[in-house]
């Protein structure tokens, strides 16, 4: 069982998303043994997940190592364990720092710091069972210190969200996000809406447990593990705090009050194929022969650098969700739109060419890949969905499995259904119509234009 699936499973069963922190303040090994037990025993019954912090077994040498094997065991079967470690490091370095969280301590998941790069961290996304939660944007105060940093127009925490993207190939990847900065925290959740959290910061940190729910959930009310340590620990009846945080907790998503993202981005996105020219307004004869009051050429965001790399942002954002080993885009006027996603998201592209080569390799598919391997269809727009499929039969052909489409704008013609019939399924970053709505609020369009491009889509 994958991960986040084993999670989701006792998320659903628990009816909690409270993650008991075990950061014993013992003086010797016996209290830190009791004192987790103890805590286990008196929580489990609420608790979505248990987080042992390793430095505190650690500090009692040997005998808290096995200690805190102990008392991972202790926890029942049916929950999740994240190893509070922050591990990261090279090579087979690395492995062995996996083999300890998984294989010796048991451990289903581990805390990793991103600094040396994702090369660090493969050993432990190699294993699909088991989870790791990347640090993102920490609860200290101190961590604006690096993790806010301008990297090229975005803040370094921005940043890691984007890339555990293209890490996230086995779909065992989640984000540490503190709750001390909600604000921050609807700022990565709108960057990754599918990814899990793990959020400290709520009690001795001072988080509001409100403002990181209403910042953090998914839009299903999950995709948040509440981390709360100390004060749960450290009162009377452990039981009944976890208790009382587990029903304040559901109190807050239900109804589902996740935080939802201004328009600024689809807004911004509308903006920009106006000013790159790819949208246009008049009356085309289009390729049909159909005269039509708008007209959509995407070929055009070649000559507008920074627009292109917004929209591959987009696109990232949509294929975070989806698992693949390459992209496929589709020429030509998707083309340099995969290749600017290939490049925002650090993954393989190949095309297929419309007519095989006459010469040399004598290729049909262009790039390097190996039959058996998943690739994600890009391409500019959805109309019909015709063209899809017919690049799809020559994807699979080469004994390649498609699963997804993705496109930017989906002209709401009947794409999805096609696709859909045939067993794939179509993503969209946004719809004509939801870009037409932006364009009317903006004042980008007048009332007339507005009603010539709704009255011609109500038509198809």
């Known amino acids: 069982m994958h991960f ?24 010797d090994v016996a209290s830190l043994r009791d004192e987790c037990f103890r805590l286990i025993d008196a929580t489990a019954e609420f608790a979505a997940a248990f987080k042992p912090n390793s430095a505190f077994f650690e500090v009692f040498g040997s005998a808290g190592i096995a200690a805190l094997h102990d008392v991972i065991a202790r926890v029942p079967a049916e929950i999740p364990v994240i190893l509070d470690a922050k591990r990261g490091d090279i090579a087979d370095t ?24 994702g090369d660090a ?20 105060p101190g961590a604006d210190e690096f993790q806010s940093l301008d990297v090229g127009g975005h803040l370094l925490f921005e940043v890691i969200a984007e890339r555990t993207r293209a890490w996230n190939v086995n779909g065992n990847v ?18 990754v809406p599918d990814l899990w959290f793990l959020v400290p910061g709520i009690g001795t940190q001072g988080g509001d447990l409100a403002a990181a729910l209403a910042a953090g959930l998914r839009a299903d009310g999950l995709g ?23 029903d304040e907790i559901n109190r807050n998503r239900r109804p589902v009050r996740f935080w939802k993202p201004d328009r600024s981005e689809t807004g911004a996105l509308a903006r920009a194929l106006i000013d790159s020219e790819c949208i246009r307004f008049g009356q085309f004869t289009l ?45 030509y006027a998707a083309l340099p739109i995969a290749t ?40 500019d727009l959805a109309t019909t969905g015709e063209s899809k499929i017919e690049t799809i039969k020559k994807l699979t052909s080469a004994g390649l499995i498609v699963r997804d489409v993705v496109v930017l704008i989906d002209r709401e013609q009947g794409a999805g259904e096609v696709l859909a019939a045939s067993g794939y399924r179509l993503h969209t970053v946004t719809t004509l119509s939801e870009l037409l709505v932006e364009w009317q609020r903006s004042g980008a369009i007048t009332p007339e234009q507005f009603d010539q491009v709704r009255q011609s889509l109500e038509n198809k």
């Open 94 to 117: 690395a492995e062995s720092y996996a083999r300890a969280a998984f294989d010796v301590l048991g451990a289903h998941a581990v805390t990793v710091n991103p600094y040396l790069g």
């Open 174 to 191: 989640g984000l540490v996000v503190g709750a001390t900065d909600p604000a921050n925290l609807a700022r990565v959740r709108a960057l």
């Open 121 to 140: 961290l493969q050993p432990f996304f190699a294993r699909p069972e088991r989870g790791v939660f990347v640090l993102c944007k920490t609860s200290n």
């Open 287 to 331: 390729k049909s022969g159909a005269v039509s009051p708008i007209y959509i050429d995407l070929r055009q965001l070649v000559a507008h650098p920074s627009i292109l790399q917004r929209v591959a942002r987009a696109y990232a954002r949509k294929l975070g969700a989806l698992k693949f080993d390459r992209l496929a885009g589709i020429p």
């Open 4 to 27: 986040f699936d084993f999670l989701t499973a006792r998320v659903q069963s628990a009816d909690s998303l409270l993650c008991v922190g075990l950061d014993p303040r013992a003086r």
């Open 224 to 246: 948040m593990l509440i981390n709360v340590s100390r004060a749960i620990a450290a009162v009377p009846d452990p039981r009944a705090e976890a208790k009382r945080l587990r």
């Open 340 to 379: 600017a996603i290939a490049l925002e998201m650090d993954r393989p592209l190949i095309y297929p060419r419309r007519e095989a080569k006459e010469y040399g390799t004598r290729a049909s598919i262009e790039g390097k890949f190996a039959p058996g391997e998943t690739v994600v269809v890009i391409d």
